[in-house]
């Protein structure tokens, strides 16, 4: 078997199941995010699933990984996938920080890093404005009510304060995976 985001993923408390990964997959496909050579931000680098789904799905996509860590894992995997790592350019800081900053459109924005709803919630509004209309925000980590106490996740509460007066189309509902089009 090849090395792929599969091979990262898996059952909880894994960052993604199997089933998020190929949901991530069909988010990113040219089906679903129609840019040519879209501008995806992955935000939260961990070991590099995300990144490897979405490289995997879009080899033409340019992925802006943001980090405060530096996760050296993400690019190794992205290499030992047979990836081409120039695609992914890695940014040490907080989202929140390089979102205000961001002077161009986006087409996707993945949020899976600080899990706080202080941090979600700041990632959300910094980075909903650089979505190009037509592009989607997701968020992985997103529950309905109450988060369990393995993952104390504010992701939940972050989108639906967000989102809960705005025309906004909800596209994607798997497991952990909130998706929004704008």
Request: proline share 7%; with cysteine.
């Given at each position: ?118 941090g979600i919630k700041g990632d959300i509004e910094s980075w909903w404005p650089r979505v190009r209309p037509g592009g989607i925000i997701a ?44």
């Amino acid at each position: 078997m090849n090395f792929n985001a599969h091979a990262l993923a898996g059952d909880d408390p894994n960052p993604m199941s199997h089933v998020e990964v190929d949901e991530l997959k069909r988010l990113v496909s040219k089906e679903n995010l129609k840019f040519i050579d879209p501008v995806i931000i992955n935000i939260g680098a961990e070991r590099g699933t995300s990144t490897l789904a979405m490289l995997e799905e879009r080899p033409d996509a340019y992925i802006f990984s943001i980090d405060i860590d530096a996760r050296p894992g993400e690019i190794a995997n992205v290499r030992r996938a047979g990836l081409d790592a120039r695609r992914v350019v890695r940014i040490l800081c907080r989202s929140q920080e390089v979102g205000e900053l961001w002077p161009f459109w986006v087409s996707f924005v993945w949020v899976d890093g600080d899990h706080s709803y202080d941090g979600i919630k700041g990632d959300i509004e910094s980075w909903w404005p650089r979505v190009r209309p037509g592009g989607i925000i997701a968020l992985h980590d997103y529950f309905e009510g109450e988060p369990p106490a393995n993952n104390p996740s504010g992701a939940g509460q972050a989108v639906r304060e967000f989102f809960k007066d705005k025309p906004i189309e909800l596209i994607s509902e798997v497991e952990r995976i909130r998706a929004f089009r704008k």
